[in-house]
RNA sequence: CGGGAUGUAGCGCAGCUUGGUAGCGCACUUCGUUCGGGACGAAGGGGCCGCAGGUUCGAAUCCUGUCAUCCCGACCA
């Protein structure tokens, strides 16, 4: 990849193809800006030319990662994007990540050997330190790449934000020992927040799952914006912020539920349960709702889940995820709500759904063609520890009224598999309040610990002489997406506000007449000047009026704009500032010097 | 994959109900006027109406199939 510029361009001579009406397939702002600038085309679904605008900021940006990455003295290197399948049969991954819901693009050569388009890289990069690296005394080592991924994302959207090609900086650590993967981990949370700082991002750092990757520890780094894909938590001294997928909270009392006499009662119930708190003049806290999954496991029978919640609490998917793949010790491909389709299916009596009840019998799946015939039982802490309780008594329109576990028979083992939300007090101080963010997720690290390269079988000699699995990290950040989520932070009505650092150039020299002389004349000499002192200049020479000049440098978003017009014989200028949308009259000897006090230079 | 929608010029859209030789705005070309916030006038160029079948004397329009794209959910840098 070459990282070096061109310091400075005519816009006559940049195939600079803006547009006035936004194309219909984009939703978000910076999606539109991104189009409406020419910076992007869709080629397909997902996939994007990185026009040669955008193509420079992205460079600009994958150079601040470089300079950060290597001054943690990460080594730069490349990975190949075709990957055997074998690699990922070995750490597991290769039918989770093709078959299902996988994501990996994957064919086959005219071998018949099947291969996988790199949606990542620990495979490769954890077999090739398996090989190099034979010592602790070679350790720990951190390597990284700038590269193409490449994900078949069930649903690609949002221009460069959700893409089936991206680029991505990946890198990954090894280490002899958990002291100094966690050290690692703490140097490269310091660099990527000065790479975020450098990209004039407001980012927000959280704890999150670790998801499909896998690992202990993992924290993603969010660009706040309204049209973020995740939602944050957070607490309101932001000494706490979590995503959601993997915040904890207090949950809310429940009201203690008086009715003293257990019966069952007849309910028009329609599956909501408002609409049974309403008939039965009930909080939704003294309820428990039961909620029916399916657990698809690699090379096991699908494995039916029944999960008790406390009926004012939400499931939490990727908490209920983690738990069973815990408690049952096994790889779970997905995990699905079982709907009276698929029980028809597997030859099954139908359910009452709507009243089912924690203690639903495991004699419902005794004819089950395919599914364990025995239900996982799970229940939320907050449905557990309610002493008395209404639900469903396994027979349509029927709930049982001032319940207890000890009647319908032994507690199911409990969890934290609730969603932690808004207005929910704060573990670490009671006194606090979760507040909900959303957030563009442009950087993740990982302590990944020994789960690859234990799969994997890549071992080091430790200081004793004994073999031993290397210990772990992985680092990435969405380089294509951050550039997205720059302009989804910084944009206003009239285009784009890109920060000085990453913007394609820094400084647009717009000549408001070309059929003046004085001002084609200085404008040509401002534009060397500024190119003598190494400023990214524009400059628009187009045969064009002056305001379709303005509103195309306010579109692309060039951070400073110095107008060459009617006081040019005077040798005076217009400097205006994008992001403040503020002017001044200056004369052309402090233009360089207006220039780089505003760019500054880091 | 499930639910909803749309495919007509580079972009944004109308036309389809009620079949009759394809239109508007922007963009593009030429000329003239204009010239500091997406100018005006005149003249032009550009389309197998997503694709394939069918109905019909005749299909952008009706029918069937198919492909693609977008929106809502699961996925993620």
New binding site residues.
């Given amino acids: 990849m070459n990282l070096s510029f061109t310091r400075t361009m005519r816009v006559s001579r940049l195939m600079l193809v ?8 984009a ?1 978000i702002s910076s999606h539109k800006l991104l189009l ?1 600038g020419g910076y992007i085309r ?1 080629v ?3 996939i994007y030319a990185y026009l040669p605008l955008m193509w420079r900021v992205l460079k600009k940006i994958i150079a601040i990662v470089q300079e950060e990455m290597d001054s943690t003295g990460a080594l730069e290197t490349l990975l190949p994007q075709l990957q055997p399948s074998e690699l990922w049969e070995k750490s597991g991954r290769w039918q989770g990540y093709t078959e299902g ?1 996988g ?1 990996m693009f994957n064919l086959k050569d005219r071998q018949k050997r099947r291969l996988g388009l790199g949606p ?1 890289h620990e495979e490769v990069i954890t077999s090739l330190a398996g090989e190099m690296l034979r010592s602790y005394r070679q350790l720990p080592i951190t390597l990284y790449q700038t590269q193409t991924k490449f ?1 078949d ?6 221009g ?4 089936r090609e ?1 680029i ?1 900086k990946d890198a990954y650590s090894f280490h002899s020992n958990e002291k100094s993967l966690k050290k690692t981990y703490e140097v490269m949370d310091e660099a990527y927040k000065r790479i975020f700082k450098r990209c004039g991002l407001n980012v927000l750092p959280v704890d999150a799952d670790s ?3 896998g690992g202990v520890a993992s924290q ?2 969010m660009v706040t914006a309204e049209a973020g ?2 939602l944050i938590l957070t607490s309101e001294d932001s000494s706490y912020a979590a995503n959601q997928e993997k915040a904890v909270s207090i949950p809310k009392e429940a009201i203690p539920l008086v009715n003293p006499r257990e019966s069952i009662i007849k309910t028009n119930f329609s599956g909501k349960i408002e609409d049974l708190c309403l008939s039965l003049e009930l909080d939704p806290s003294q309820i428990i709702k039961v909620i029916l999954m399916l657990a698809i496991i690699e090379e096991e029978k699908p494995q039916p889940i029944l999960i008790s919640l406390r009926g004012d609490q939400q499931l939490n ?2 908490k209920l995820f983690n738990t069973i793949t815990s408690v049952l010790k096994t790889r779970i491909i ?1 995990i699905s709500p079982i709907t009276p389709e698929n029980i028809n299916l597997e030859c099954l009596p139908p359910l009452p759904f709507g009243s089912i009840g924690p203690d639903l019998s495991d004699e419902i799946l005794a004819g089950a063609k395919t599914w364990s015939t025995k239900f996982l039982r799970v229940a939320d802490y907050t449905a557990t520890n309610l002493e008395s309780f209404v639900c469903g008594a396994n027979e349509i329109h029927r709930h049982k009224v001032c319940a207890n576990w000890e009647s319908i028979g032994n507690k199911p083992q409990a969890f934290d598999i609730r969603k932690a939300q808004a207005g929910d007090k704060c573990i670490h101080n009671k006194n606090q309040k979760l507040l909900a963010k959303r957030g563009i ?4 690290i990982f302590q990944l610990g020994r789960k690859y390269s234990e799969a994997l079988g890549t071992n080091f000699t430790n200081e004793s002489g004994a073999l031993e699995a290397f210990w772990m990290g992985c680092y ?3 380089v ?3 550039a997205q989520a720059a302009v989804e932070q910084n944009h206003d009505e ?1 285009g784009i506000c890109w920060p000085s650092n990453i913007a394609p150039f820094e400084a647009i020299v717009v000549i ?2 070309m ?1 003046d002389s004085n001002q084609l004349d200085l404008g040509e000499k401002l534009y060397q000047v500024l190119k003598d002192n190494k400023v990214d200049a524009l400059l628009d020479d187009r045969q064009e ?4 000049k ?3 440098a ?2 692309i978003g060039i951070p400073i704009r110095i ?6 014989k005077e040798g005076n200028v ?1 400097f ?1 500032d994008r992001s403040s949308r503020t ?1 001044k009259l200056i004369n052309e000897n402090s233009v360089v010097s207006e220039v780089i006090s505003v760019i500054g230079r880091d």
């Fill in positions: 803006t547009l006035r009406e936004v194309p219909a397939d939703e409406r869709r397909t679904s997902g819901e994501i990542t994900r994302e069930i649903r690609p959207r949002f460069l934000m959700r893409s991206f991505m998801g499909a990757i993603e780094f894909e995740d998917e990727v997905e997720e442009v950087g993740h990435g950040i969405g294509s997406r951050l009239a408001a007449n059929k009026r002056a305001g379709v303005f509103k195309d306010d579109l107008v060459v017009g009617r006081d040019a217009e205006w002017s």
